[in-house]
């Protein structure tokens, strides 16, 4: 009888040791799940996020061009400043939404490149523009900060 008593603990002891490492590997298991998971959650959110900004650069382009052609139809010296300062504003907000996107960063260089006369006569209100976006004119227009600013 004491055999079977024996045999009997040892069969329970290797259920419960058996049970503990099941339990164990399914919280390993449901980790690496939960992981993959958020991995591929993040993923998704980025190409989303990444989406959206290529949409609002497409958006601001349209609309670029819809004061370019209002720029050139006008004769009128205070619109045509206003519509300047209006794509120069554009030009920032392209670089600062897609800067990472060469193609982005030359279209904001082709907005500040058209609109270099008026930049050069009327300089900017560089307090209103970012550091890099200002740093961005002077590399595109080729002068320093003194004859960029005013």
């Not at 079977?4 to 419960?16: E, L, P, V």
């Not at 799940?33 to 290529?54: C, H, P, S």
């Not at 958006?59 to 794509?87: M, N």
């Amino acid at each position: 009888m004491p055999e079977t008593s024996n045999r009997a603990q040892r069969i329970s002891a290797f259920g419960s040791l058996s049970s503990g490492i099941c339990s164990i590997a399914m919280v390993f298991i449901t980790f690496d799940i939960a992981v993959n998971v958020q991995k591929a959650g993040v993923a998704l959110q980025k190409e989303n996020m990444e989406r959206e900004y290529e949409s609002k650069a497409v958006d601001l382009f349209l609309k670029y061009d819809e004061v370019a052609l209002k720029q050139a139809a006008t004769s009128d010296v205070q619109s045509r400043h206003r519509l300047s300062d209006i794509s120069i504003a554009i030009a920032e907000s392209i670089f600062l939404n897609r800067n990472d996107s060469d193609p982005w960063k030359e279209t904001a260089r082709g907005i500040l490149q058209d609109q270099k006369n008026f930049v050069l006569q009327r300089r900017l209100r560089c307090a209103q523009f970012s550091r890099r976006f200002i740093d961005f004119c002077i590399e595109t227009i080729g002068v320093d900060q003194k004859l960029l600013c005013r």
